[in-house]
C-alpha cells in the first residue's frame, strides 16, 4: 500500500506564504511523477505543478512566478512554497503522484487533501 500525507495548509492574509509537504510511504518501487493539484469550491480540480516523469516541472501558467515546486528525494517528499497568495488560491490542495510497488506496473495515488485559505 501507498499513502501520500499532506501538511502545511492552513488560513493566511493576502500577501502571505504558505509551505506545503506530501510525503509517500509505504512499498514504493519508484516515483514516476508527483505534483500537486488544487479544487475550489464549485470549480473543477487544476494542476498546480508536477514533477514529470522525465524529471521535468509543469506550473499552471497563471502560477509561475508565485509557486514553487521542489523535492526530497531521499524523503518521497514534494514540496509547494506558495507566494504573494491571493484570496482566488482558496482551495483544497492535493497531491497526486504515480508510483510503481513493482516494476512495470504504475498506478496513480492521492493525498486527503489540505485546505489553504487566503482571507484577511
Known amino acids: 500500500q501507498v499513502q501520500l500525507v499532506e501538511s502545511g495548509g492552513g488560513l493566511v492574509q493576502p500577501g502571505g506564504s504558505l509551505r506545503l509537504s506530501c510525503a509517500a510511504s509505504?512499498?514504493?518501487?519508484?516515483?514516476?511523477?508527483m505534483g500537486w493539484y488544487r479544487q475550489a469550491p464549485g470549480k473543477e480540480r487544476e494542476l498546480v505543478a508536477a514533477?514529470?516523469?522525465?524529471?521535468?516541472?509543469n506550473y499552471t501558467d497563471s502560477l509561475k512566478g508565485r509557486f514553487t515546486i521542489s523535492r526530497d528525494n531521499a524523503k518521497n517528499t514534494v514540496y509547494l512554497q506558495m507566494n504573494s497568495l491571493k484570496p482566488e488560491d482558496t482551495a483544497v490542495y492535493y497531491c497526486?503522484?504515480?508510483?510503481?510497488?513493482?516494476?512495470?506496473?504504475?498506478?496513480?495515488?492521492w493525498g486527503q487533501g489540505t485546505q489553504v485559505t487566503v482571507s484577511s
Open positions: 509505504g512499498s514504493i518501487f519508484r516515483i514516476n511523477a
Open positions: 514533477f514529470t516523469s522525465g524529471g521535468n516541472t
Open positions: 497526486n503522484a504515480d508510483i510503481s510497488t513493482i516494476i512495470y506496473r504504475s498506478d496513480a495515488y
